[in-house]
């Protein structure tokens, strides 16, 4: 072996050491946390721990039609099928991980928890027959504010993953509304039938859509936004969330 050869090797040695240690020293400082628990990931993880992925409590609605969150729109929306992902209980994985996809940025919890979905409804999907994936849309000054709907990389990732369309326009949201809170005070504003809108043309028509949204509490929302999907000639809705929580 050449001399300039040792050498050379020497030196990419020191280069992959020191990639190594930069890593370890970047996880010093911004610690890799997992969403749901917030322990530290180990290398092989991402976003969520295998600890947490291993507890997520599925409702297995996909197995059940007449679940808690078909029975939400008995006699308030026509659906074909309605479907939670996931419990959301109080002070719980999916709490944790949801408020960090709300509110800290965090969209890569969107984009794993829809990869999970996708292998779990597959089948289920394809013989529903979904044309398209509408997320319950935000109001542009809340979507400025936010910066990104937070139903977004869930809905994308089941659309890239069961080649469905994701459209985010056929739908818009027409009243800003406040928050949890000034809502309470205020809740005149927020039951306003005409909040949602739908912007169809007879290209949309004949179709079965597929709404979705982050969590499902009294299903209001996302009855609002059903009923303006339906004004679209022949067409048909099912919903999909994320979180169940119960009302
Ligand atoms: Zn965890």
């Known amino acids: 072996m050449g001399y300039f050869y040792q050498i050379k090797l020497f ?4 280069i992959i050491k020191f990639d190594k240690m930069l890593k370890n020293l970047l996880n010093l400082i911004y610690p890799r946390l997992c969403v749901g628990c917030n322990t530290l990931l180990l290398t092989n993880e991402t976003t969520i721990c295998s600890k947490c992925l291993h507890h997520l409590p599925y409702t297995y609605h ?8 078909t029975k939400k729109f008995e006699g308030l929306l026509p659906i074909e099928f309605g479907i939670s992902f996931l419990y ?3 002070e719980g994985i999916v709490q944790e991980a949801i408020h960090k996809l709300k509110y800290k940025g965090k969209q890569e919890v969107g984009t794993i928890l829809g990869d999970l979905m996708s292998a779990e409804i597959k089948e289920f999907i394809i ?3 979904v044309d398209a994936i509408i997320p319950v849309p935000l109001h542009p000054k809340r979507l400025k504010e936010r910066g990104y ?3 977004e990389s869930f809905g994308k990732a089941i659309s890239k993953n069961l080649n469905i369309t994701y459209n985010d326009s056929l739908l818009i949201r027409n009243v ?7 809502k309470n005070k205020d809740s005149r504003q927020y039951n306003k039938e005409n909040i949602f809108e739908c912007k169809f043309q007879e290209s949309d028509y004949n179709k079965h859509y597929l709404l979705i949204d982050d969590i499902i509490t009294t299903g209001a929302t996302l009855e609002k936004c059903g009923k303006a999907i339906l004004k679209i000639p022949n067409s048909k809705v099912s919903i999909l969330t994320i979180g169940y929580t119960q009302s």
């Open 62 to 69: 996909w197995k059940n039609h007449k679940n808690d969150t």
């Open 127 to 129: 013989n529903q027959k």
């Open 149 to 151: 709907n937070q139903v």
């Open 88 to 90: 959301f209980q109080k």
């Open 11 to 14: 030196y990419i040695f020191i």
């Open 176 to 182: 800003y509304t406040k928050t949890q809170t000034q």
